[in-house]
């Protein structure tokens, strides 16, 4: 049966992995909305291979370049945060959102709300909005699919069981491309470095929070926000090969574990199939050329992103959406070169220190929040810099 698929964040890794699995299945899916942001001419290539309906970018002095790039195609252009709440909300069977940062909220909000099917890999709305999204989803009826590969994989190892037999979700992480850093190595490390992940290839913001562990710090919330066991039955093991993607301990102690190759494809085909499977051409898992897999704790000495995140999860209210916004500015600005490597947590953990963020009620209060803590880890990289 043909469905209509809509994919924000869709010149992006996660965006373009979807793509590549659809293209594959021309006569299953039909494109209604792809959404970028500056990559103007990507996204117009993109839209015109799959023949969508619309392309929008949320950048509206990119609109010019974005309409003259489609013309003759039949694809409609549109720009501006308005222009992506109103594709979110013409009613595609199945919505990818792969947005990074905060910026991906309002549109997934509008999905949600319309009561459609999500699949989430944009895990920093979900960080900053959880309560308020899943409420959301809750109230319209919609379905939520995680695409992140732990929930995913958790989602699979649950299979529709009760949260009540869950005795312990484990979160597995590969601990990035710093694993076994010192402290003093990390702080000489240089962007490149940071975003040259092990296991994963990916966008360079989650690479550097892979780097942090802040990856694994967003994700316990995440996790916190769609399995509601409580935070003390959610834990983290690092697991350098990235083959178990996570598990699911049962109150029987009977333990359920997801595997695969690390290839976003296959979380991805799990969400765009759901409830049925899909072939993909993902390498098959082979155990025995990988011969062991290991295990550590992680350590929140050397990755301090992982302490601030567990606290943050526990305050709850906007603070993890203060906790995302301060690093996403200190991600950019280290990017950028304008930070040193170890300033990253140091930034976020300045802002949570300073800015108590009143309890959220709307999405307005979030981005209020979100808008606050941005200014003050401006202001705190400023005297950092200076
Ligand atoms: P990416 O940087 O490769 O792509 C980001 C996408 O978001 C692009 O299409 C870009 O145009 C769009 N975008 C950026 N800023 C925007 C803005 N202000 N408004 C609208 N669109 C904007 O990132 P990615 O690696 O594909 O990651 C996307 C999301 O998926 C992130 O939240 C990330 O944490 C999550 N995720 C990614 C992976 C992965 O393997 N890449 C795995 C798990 C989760
Ligand atoms: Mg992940």
């Given at each position: 049966m043909m469905r209509t698929v809509s994919i924000f964040g869709a010149t992006g890794s996660v965006g373009r992995s979807t793509i590549d699995l659809i293209a594959r299945n021309p006569d299953d899916f039909r494109i209604l909305a792809l959404a970028g942001n500056n990559d103007v001419d990507g996204l117009a290539q993109m839209a015109r291979d799959v023949g969508a309906q619309v392309a929008v970018t949320a950048?509206?002095?990119?609109y010019g370049a974005l309409k003259a790039a489609l013309v003759g195609s039949g694809v409609e252009a549109a720009a501006g945060e308005q222009a992506l709440v109103d594709a979110a909300q013409m009613g595609a069977d199945w919505t990818m959102a792969?947005?990074?940062?905060?910026?991906?909220?309002k549109p997934t909000m509008a999905a949600l709300k319309a009561g459609r099917t999500v699949a989430l890999a944009n895990k920093e709305s979900l960080v900053s909005a959880g309560g308020l999204m899943m409420d959301a989803a809750r109230r319209s009826g919609a379905t939520l699919l995680p695409v992140d590969s732990e929930h995913n994989a958790i989602f699979q190892c649950l299979a529709?069981?009760?949260?009540?037999?869950?005795?312990r979700i484990t979160l597995t992480a590969?601990?990035?491309?710093?694993?076994?850093?010192t402290r003093a190595e990390m702080a000489a490390m240089t962007p490149a470095q940071a975003v040259a992940h092990p296991n994963w290839s990916m966008g360079a913001k989650i690479s550097v929070d892979s780097a942090t562990m802040m990856n694994k710090g967003l994700e316990l919330i995440e996790a916190a926000h769609l399995?509601?066991?409580?935070?003390?039955?959610i834990e983290i093991l690092v697991h350098p090969?990235?083959?178990?993607h996570s598990m699911v301990e049962y109150r029987d102690r009977s333990t359920l574990a997801q595997l695969g190759s690390p290839d976003m494809r296959i979380p991805i085909a799990h969400a765009l199939a759901w409830p049925q499977r899909m072939a993909t051409p993902c390498q098959p898992l082979d155990l025995a050329r990988i011969g062991r897999l290991d295990f550590e704790a992680p350590d929140e000495e050397r990755f301090p992103a992982l302490r601030l995140a567990r606290a943050a999860a526990a305050q709850g209210g906007a603070t993890p959406a203060v906790m995302n916004a301060a690093n996403e500015v200190a991600v950019a600005a280290f990017l950028n070169g304008a930070?040193?490597?170890?300033d990253i947590a140091m930034i976020v953990e300045d802002v949570l220190n300073r800015y108590n963020a009143p309890v959220p009620t709307a999405i307005d209060d979030i981005l209020a929040a979100d808008a606050q803590a941005r200014a003050m880890a401006g202001h705190v990289m400023e005297r950092l810099t200076a």
């Open positions: 950048n509206p002095a990119n792969s947005i990074v940062g905060c910026a991906g909220l529709g069981s009760n949260l009540d037999d869950v005795a590969s601990g990035g491309p710093f694993r076994t850093c399995f509601p066991v409580g935070l003390d039955r090969q990235s083959v178990i930070i040193g490597f170890l």
